[in-house]
């Protein structure tokens, strides 16, 4: 069946440093892929997404490109700030009419001032 | 758009108790999703419907639990009755069932702790 195998956290940065969270999936046909975010005390927002092979999404400075080779969808910002301290997750959508989405287990990502 | 709308966004109730959260889905929407949020076991799905019809409930922990959805605008999940081990994070979400993109749409949550 369907997967999603995300980054386990937490992970901890400091300000301005590189973010990559890595995201791979398991799916037939071809899914939708999403980026979620979780603020503290808030639900989730969807952060970006992408819905064939090659798309790049982007959001807010993060960005994640569907590839379908290595079956991945890696989230990746170049500069983090401290207001990009939650809960990130990876999720894959039905390539059919199902309206099921399949959420990875999330990572945690703190960042230093 | 108001977005999804939950209520009551905190509930505290005693062991026993039956407790009824709410949901509005955005306007427009025919999917509809209950999940549930705690530490040990994370984000899991209880039950969604698609246009008011209960797809899968694989996910409603027990007998406890259930969920219904009248029309198109309101969606109640109950729990009768309540377990201390109920207590969690309880979030709605929508999404507009028409074609490959299903992005979901989520509700700002129910605290519920059940003592």
């Known amino acids: 069946g369907n997967s999603v195998t995300q980054m386990e956290g937490p992970v901890t940065l400091s300000e301005e440093a590189f973010l990559t969270i890595n995201c791979t999936y398991t799916?037939?046909?071809?899914?939708?892929l999403f980026w979620y975010v979780q603020y503290p005390g808030e639900g989730l927002q969807l952060l970006l997404k992408?819905?064939?092979?090659?798309d790049k999404g982007s959001n807010k400075g993060f960005e994640a490109t569907y590839r379908k080779e290595t079956t991945s969808f890696h989230l990746e910002k170049g500069s983090v700030q401290v207001s990009d301290s939650a809960v990130y997750f990876c999720?894959?959508?039905?390539?059919?009419?199902?309206?099921?989405?399949?959420f990875g287990s999330g990572t945690r990502l703190s960042i230093r001032p | 758009d108001a977005g999804v709308i939950q209520s009551p966004r905190h509930e505290v109730t005693e062991m026993g108790q039956e407790v009824t959260l709410r949901c509005k889905p955005i306007?427009?929407?025919?999917?509809l999703f209950w999940y549930r949020q705690t530490m040990m076991r994370g984000l899991e799905l209880l039950i969604y419907?698609?246009?008011?019809?209960?797809?899968?409930d694989s996910g409603m922990p027990e007998d406890r639990f259930s969920a219904k959805m009248p029309n198109a605008s309101f969606s109640t999940l109950k729990i009768q009755p309540s377990e201390p081990r109920d207590s969690a994070v309880y979030f709605c979400?929508?999404?507009?069932?028409?074609?490959?993109?299903?992005?979901?749409?989520f509700g700002p949550g129910t605290r519920l702790t059940v003592t």
């Open positions: 979400a929508s999404s507009l069932l028409a074609g490959k993109v299903n992005e979901q749409y």
């Open positions: 799916a037939t046909g071809y899914p939708s």
């Open positions: 992408a819905t064939k092979a090659d």
């Open positions: 999720a894959l959508g039905g390539s059919s009419s199902a309206s099921k989405i399949i």
């Open positions: 306007s427009g929407h025919n999917s």
């Open positions: 419907f698609n246009n008011n019809v209960p797809i899968d």
